[in-house]
């Protein structure tokens, strides 16, 4: 009976795996924000979920991984290291892979905003569009110009995170 559960979850990293362009756009991502901001950004940083409400997220487990996420200018811990960060970001990206259902990105979302997280983007690299969500607002969708999210105050150019 375990095998089932064991392969649906084998299935789920593998949807979850990048591609090239995932790749591509995560690493444009992270030196963008870099770049146009004063916040630090982390390629897929674990977050501790384990205080999620199981009964309104029943799929998500105790750990949540964006590609990308940003907080204020963080430094590096010299002495430790932090396996599962207790403190959430202000803002988390997830990038759109070839095999990744978007319900399952939704999820993911809603999830982020419960643990707290200001402002979600969900970045498609095949249509070169980037969603802006906030918690009870409809998503802002940008695909020219520039990404502007007022709530974490980040303008990026739409073109150099496809580039």
Known sequence: MSEPTMLLDEEQEFDDMGSFNHSL????????????????????????ASGLDKSQFPTIKDELIPDICAYPKKRSVIDHDILRMQEMPILA???????????????????????????????????????????????????????IDDVVGIKIPVAEIFD
Do not use: M
């Open 93 to 147: 990206i997830e990038v759109v892979s070839p095999r990744q259902g978007i319900l399952s990105i939704v999820e993911k979302l809603q999830a982020y905003f419960a643990l707290g997280i200001q402002s979600c983007w969900l970045v498609e690299p095949i249509t070169g569009v980037v969603r802006v969500y906030h918690p009870h607002t409809d998503p802002k969708t940008f695909a020219a110009s520039d990404v």
């Open 25 to 48: 756009v995560q690493s444009n991502l992270a030196y963008l924000l870099r770049k146009y901001t004063e916040l630090s950004a982390f390629n897929e940083l674990s977050l501790d």
